[in-house]
């Protein structure tokens, strides 16, 4: 019988983080935007003062997906909430319920945070990511439109 497991990820889990973040991205046509070496992850997820988590999905103790969150704040409903930044199941292993335990997983410690929101971006043209969000009762945020300032853009902002 195979078992599902989910783990917090542990500073010795930065290799795989990194290639689970670089499967990813291929898969939304944008390796070459992965920038992060392991050193990266390490810092980032492991340091004392890191704000962000990471969880890992084993199957038979073979790890098969992975998590990133951090924790947000709502203005309007004067809560935090949980932010999913990543999430990911190798091919071979999916529809398996993997995802669907990942975001459980994530779903309740937003609850035991007394979070307000469960909140996360897909790709528009994901649909099996779309259709898989919209079958466990997640609704999309048409109405807002996200920005981003990054590499350059960000500096010449910043000192500006």
């Known amino acids: 019988m195979s078992t599902l497991t ?3 990820a542990k500073i010795e889990n930065s290799a795989l983080i990194l290639r689970f973040v670089t499967e990813l991205a291929r898969y939304e046509k ?3 935007e992965v920038l992060a070496t392991e050193a990266d992850i390490k810092t980032s997820l492991f340091s004392e003062h890191s704000t962000t988590h990471a ?3 084993y ?17 309007w409903l004067g809560k935090n909430g949980l932010y999913l930044e990543g999430l990911y199941v190798s091919p ?4 398996i319920g ?3 335990a990942l975001l459980k ?4 410690i937003a609850v035991s945070k007394g979070c307000g929101r469960f909140e996360w971006s897909v790709l528009d043209w994901n649909e099996p990511a779309i259709n898989f969000y919209k079958s466990i009762g997640a ?7 996200g920005y981003r300032l990054s590499g350059q853009a960000l500096k010449t902002f910043a000192n500006s």
């Open 98 to 100: 993997a995802g669907k």
């Open 105 to 108: 997983h994530l779903a309740n």
């Open 6 to 8: 989910i783990e917090n």
């Open 139 to 145: 609704v999309s945020q048409d109405e807002w439109v």
């Open 30 to 32: 944008a390796e070459h």
């Open 55 to 57: 969880v890992i999905c």
């Open 59 to 75: 199957l038979n103790n073979q790890p098969i997906g992975f998590a990133v969150y951090f924790f947000n704040y709502s203005t």
């Open 92 to 95: 071979e292993h999916r529809n």
